[in-house]
């Protein structure tokens, strides 16, 4: 049953960087900003909390191919485990890191900065990518009495994906609006294993018709 009082929107990382002409653009990213809007305009009605992820790195970032001298899109490895290494994207202060001009940014309850230590990447509004440092939204979620999470932005098959995993694993009632997401894909179909194994999760893929 739908209850509001108990429901948090996390928007993650809806930026300039991401989005069409953008460092890092995910294909369609500027076509899920109206349908955002319109969740987030009725909030009263639909959560209590709304949440706005911002993926903020230093300049000369780890996950920045540009640090390495190598190609966007390669993997190095870091302590033992690989790591994608992406254009110089989403830098604090810069027109890129700026969220979508037409994004509903003044009715953020929460606006949430990722990526910010120089060495390490965070994917996950939960967690660093070394999966033990906290990014401290579990404890204002819990704070504010939440107990179901609604993520979308981009991009499905990487930051939203490790968000709702971190979401489930904690014990949130997740739910993807896989229409307001929009993937990067690369290699092709990969978007498609992250679909499955969220599902294999328990994490609910919905569509936003079904929340108006
Ligand atoms: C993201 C790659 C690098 C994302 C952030 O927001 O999905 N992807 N940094
Ligand atoms: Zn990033």
Redesign the pocket.
């Known amino acids: 049953m739908y209850n509001s009082e108990k429901s948090a929107l996390i928007v993650?990382?809806l930026q300039v960087d991401?989005c069409q002409g953008g460092a890092?653009a995910?294909n369609g990213g500027d076509e899920i900003v109206s349908g955002i809007n319109y969740l987030i305009s009725n909030s009263t009605v639909l959560f209590k909390k709304i949440i706005l992820t911002a993926?903020w790195h230093p300049k000369g970032h780890i996950?920045f191919s540009s640090s390495h001298n190598l190609e966007p899109y390669t993997s190095i490895e870091v302590d033992g485990s690989s790591a994608?290494l992406?254009p110089d994207?989403?830098v604090e202060g810069t027109k890129g890191s700026c969220f979508h001009t037409d994004l509903q940014e003044e009715k953020a309850d929460l606006i949430l900065r990722k990526?910010r230590d120089v060495n390490i990447?965070s994917?996950s509004a939960f967690y660093e990518n070394d999966r033990i440092t906290p990014t401290g939204l579990a404890g204002y979620l819990e704070n504010h009495g939440i107990r179901k999470i609604y993520l979308c932005?981009?991009?499905l098959?990487?930051?939203?994906y490790f968000s709702a995993m971190d979401s489930k694993n904690h014990g949130f009632d997740t739910s993807v609006i896989v229409d307001l997401t929009r993937v990067?894909d690369l290699p092709a179909g990969y978007a498609l294993e992250k679909k499955k194994e969220m599902e294999q999760a328990g994490i609910d893929l919905i569509e936003s018709s079904s929340l108006k």
């Open positions: 993650v990382d991401f890092l995910v993926d996950s994608t992406w994207h989403c990526g990447d994917y932005g981009l991009a098959d990487w930051c939203v990067v």
